[in-house]
């Protein structure tokens, strides 16, 4: 069956652009996370949804990290007036129930690179 | 601060060797620690544990928990080149926060 998909799988921005990354995940999947990783490092969360509910942002490093899930499923991650810090993969996971009681499945990441 | 430290970061070994990687953390009411298997993609689920003493197993991968001493180890045995990657250690707190640690950096040469 189809796992977590994400999109673009690569962006490029100039410093100072607007960015939204978006996460497709498993259908029926409760939770969903953002999690981004920076190069030779661990993923870092920044985010977790139950269903629409955003019910965890302490990992958003910056007001300039926005992320939303209106409908519960489809999620976007939008990063305003990007930096070069922000450059990193941004991976998205999502579960069946509600937090790591159920075994979270990854997408393949969008690797933003700011310029 | 919720903290999770792995070691090695590195590792080069020969096909048939066996590895322990250790993982040790420090994080605010503990709930479940798990190892991931990151090839050049996203991260793949290995093991969850959430109780000590209790080992997890998976053909030549095996892990355990002891959360007296906070720590994890995954054993890998027989080790093959397909198993070659960064393997990740995360901890989820309360409050469904998950902090991951940097990963040991495996090869397995031929």
């Known amino acids: 069956g189809a796992g977590v998909s994400q999109s673009p799988r690569y962006k490029v921005a100039k410093r100072g652009q607007d960015v939204a990354l978006r996460c497709d995940p498993i259908?029926?999947?409760?939770?969903l996370f953002w999690y981004q990783q920076a190069l030779g490092q661990g993923p870092e969360f920044l985010t977790y949804?139950?269903?629409?509910?955003?019910?965890?942002k302490s990992g958003l490093p910056s007001d300039r990290f926005f992320a939303e899930r209106p409908e519960g499923s489809v999620s976007t991650l939008k990063i305003q007036r990007t930096q070069q810090e922000d450059s990193a993969v941004y991976l998205c996971?999502?579960?069946?129930?509600?937090?790591?009681?159920?075994?979270?499945?990854f997408g393949p990441g969008t690797r933003l690179t700011v310029t | 601060e919720d903290k999770v430290v792995q070691s090695p970061l590195s590792l080069v070994v020969h096909e048939g060797d066996t590895v322990t990687l250790n993982c040790s953390y420090e994080?605010?009411?503990?709930?479940?620690l798990l190892w991931y298997k990151q090839e050049k993609k996203a991260p793949t689920f290995l093991f969850m544990l959430?109780?000590?003493?209790i080992e997890k197993k998976s053909g030549r991968l095996s892990s355990i928990l002891d959360k007296k001493e906070l720590f994890s180890i995954l054993n890998i045995t027989a080790t093959q080149t397909g198993d070659s990657a960064v393997y990740l250690c995360?901890?989820?707190?309360?409050?469904?926060?998950?902090?991951f640690g940097p990963g040991t950096r495996l090869s397995v040469l031929p």
């Open positions: 996971a999502s579960s069946a129930g509600g937090g790591l009681a159920y075994e979270q499945y």
């Open positions: 259908s029926g999947h409760v939770s």
């Open positions: 949804f139950q269903n629409e509910a955003q019910l965890d």
């Open positions: 994080v605010t009411n503990f709930r479940s």
């Open positions: 959430t109780s000590s003493g």
């Open positions: 995360a901890v989820e707190g309360y409050g469904q926060n998950f902090v």
